[in-house]
């Protein structure tokens, strides 16, 4: 088991520098003198990044719950 927490360790803390650095670089493009964009363009973009976050915690959750019944 230790095997798969290492594993996961490693995964996980590379993939989350992956989306913090994503992120970052977004937000260079919020420099008024480079670029122009409306308000909407704004919300549509972290709309759709709350979608996914919230997405991919629910997956995580998921995984600590209870089973439920299936046939």
């Not at 995964?11 to 493009?29: D, I, K």
């Not at 363009?41 to 996914?52: A, L, S, V, W």
């Not at 915690?57 to 019944?69: C, E, G, L, S, V």
């Amino acid at each position: 088991m230790a095997g798969k927490a290492e594993r996961f360790q490693a995964v996980a803390e590379r993939r989350t520098n992956s989306v913090l650095n994503a992120l970052r670089l977004l937000g260079q493009c919020s420099n008024r003198r480079t670029y122009e964009y409306t308000e909407e363009q704004t919300r549509k973009i972290f709309r759709e990044i709350d979608r996914e976050l919230k997405r991919v915690k629910r997956t995580f959750d998921h995984n600590n719950q209870q089973p439920r019944f299936k046939f």
